[in-house]
């Protein structure tokens, strides 16, 4: 079964300073990956997502990720953090069936960001 | 244009009673999700519509859960005889068509006594 693991449970930068958050999936085949952020009492927003072609992507919000198949990783990153950014952060992964593209879901990345 | 609603945004029920949640998903997109995203277990997919029809209910995790959609439109997932279990944050999430984005709503608050 596929499975995504985000090992950083919580992490925490300073305003200004880079962030990478790890996204690890396990499958055969190269699924679709997602990165969506959760704001406290919101849903899901979609930041960006890679189904084929250039393996670095842009997001909204100044957001990144590269998709590493070599890795199993699509880690998302961002060249400087806005206090606005904390959130958690979901990495998610499906595959194309006959039957819909329902999302596996990491753990999640709590992220705070100090002034 | 209007995204994905969900009502209600917060349930307090008690154990052993039935609740609805309900799910407008954004006009003319055939294909509607429910997830559940508990402390315990994370984000979990339930099931998936295509128009009115469940070709995944994979997810649901008894019987006691059930989901219909009608119209291709509206959707409602009902949970009888509710356990302290159930208690989590309810997420629809509709797309346009199976292998389009997903768009989430804010999600119903379900809580247990």
């Known amino acids: 079964a596929q499975s995504v693991t985000q090992p950083d449970i919580h992490i925490t930068v300073s305003e200004g300073a880079s962030l990478e958050l790890r996204c690890n999936y396990s499958?055969?085949?190269?699924?679709?990956l997602f990165w969506y952020v959760q704001s406290p009492g919101q849903g899901l927003q979609l930041l960006l997502k890679?189904?084929?072609?250039?393996?670095l992507v842009q997001g909204i919000k100044g957001f990144e990720a590269e998709f590493k198949r070599s890795q199993s990783s699509f880690n998302l990153r961002k060249p400087s953090v806005h206090w606005s950014d904390a959130a958690e952060y979901f990495c998610?992964?499906?595959?194309?069936?006959?039957?819909?593209?329902?999302?596996?879901f990491g753990t999640g990345t709590q992220l705070k960001v100090e002034l | 244009g209007a995204g994905v609603s969900q009502s209600p945004s917060n349930k307090v029920t008690e154990k052993g009673k039935d609740v609805e949640l309900r799910c407008d998903p954004i006009?003319?997109?055939?294909?509607l999700y429910w997830y559940r995203q508990s402390l315990g277990q994370g984000l979990e997919f339930l099931i998936y519509?295509?128009?009115?029809?469940?070709?995944?209910k994979s997810g649901l995790p008894s019987d006691r859960f059930s989901a219909e959609r009608t119209g291709g439109s509206v959707s409602t997932l009902t949970i009888q005889r509710t356990q302290q279990e159930d208690s989590a944050v309810y997420l629809c999430?509709?797309?346009?068509?199976?292998?389009?984005?997903?768009?989430f709503g804010p999600g119903t608050r379900l809580t247990v006594l």
């Open positions: 999430a509709s797309s346009l068509d199976q292998v389009d984005t997903q768009y």
């Open positions: 499958y055969g085949a190269t699924p679709y």
């Open positions: 998610a992964v499906t595959i194309l069936t006959g039957g819909g593209n329902k999302l596996t």
């Open positions: 006009s003319g997109h055939t294909a």
């Open positions: 519509f295509q128009g009115n029809s469940a070709p995944d």
């Open positions: 890679y189904f084929s072609g250039d393996t």
